[in-house]
């Protein structure tokens, strides 16, 4: 009975306290980039491919902050190997009138898409499957949301 009665109160008090066990393998997303707790891998992409994510990035959602940029990244992580879309991020972001902006990369990236390019590179992933992204309003027949000047869609 005593028994019993030490688990309960030592349960109850880990559960009013809070006191929970946290894997210590996690990454926090920060505006100012990530922080990494314990051993994470980060996904590996090459220089082009980076290049070629923060171009797209730059070009259709540089006034959209960290998280628009990353929005954008996304759509472009999600479509790799969907039919239709290419089978690597260069072949999808350069696909016959995907992107209005493809083939304008800049090499002078800022601050803000390094860290979109971090979140990427560490899991980060609020697209909910998005395929599709449009400025001017929502253009798709499965709206998914709604992030500053960009609708999300699948189709």
């Keep these: 009975m005593r028994i019993k009665m030490t688990l309960v109160l030592t349960l109850a008090f880990i559960f009013l306290c809070g006191f929970r066990s946290k894997n210590p393998n996690y990454v926090e997303f920060v505006e100012e980039g990530?922080?990494?707790?314990g051993a994470v891998t980060p996904l590996y992409f090459t220089a082009q491919?980076?290049?070629?994510?923060?171009?797209?990035?730059?070009?259709?959602?540089g006034n959209q902050g960290v998280k628009g940029m990353a929005l954008v990244m996304r759509v472009v992580l999600?479509?790799?190997g969907y039919d239709?879309?290419?089978?690597?991020?260069?072949s999808v972001i350069f696909a016959t009138g995907q992107f209005a902006t493809a083939?304008?990369?800049?090499?002078?990236?800022s601050k803000e898409c390094e860290v979109a390019m971090h979140w990427i590179q560490y899991g980060?992933?609020?697209?909910?499957?998005?395929?599709?992204?449009?400025?001017?309003?929502y253009n798709g027949p499965v709206p998914l949301f709604q992030y500053l000047g960009h609708w999300f869609s699948t189709k």
């Design 49 to 61: 491919e980076r290049t070629d994510l923060m171009g797209i990035a730059t070009s259709e959602a």
């Design 84 to 90: 239709g879309y290419g089978d690597d991020i260069h």
């Design 34 to 37: 990530v922080i990494v707790h």
């Design 78 to 80: 999600n479509r790799v």
């Design 103 to 109: 083939g304008m990369p800049t090499n002078n990236f």
């Design 124 to 137: 980060w992933d609020e697209s909910q499957g998005a395929l599709y992204f449009c400025a001017d309003g």
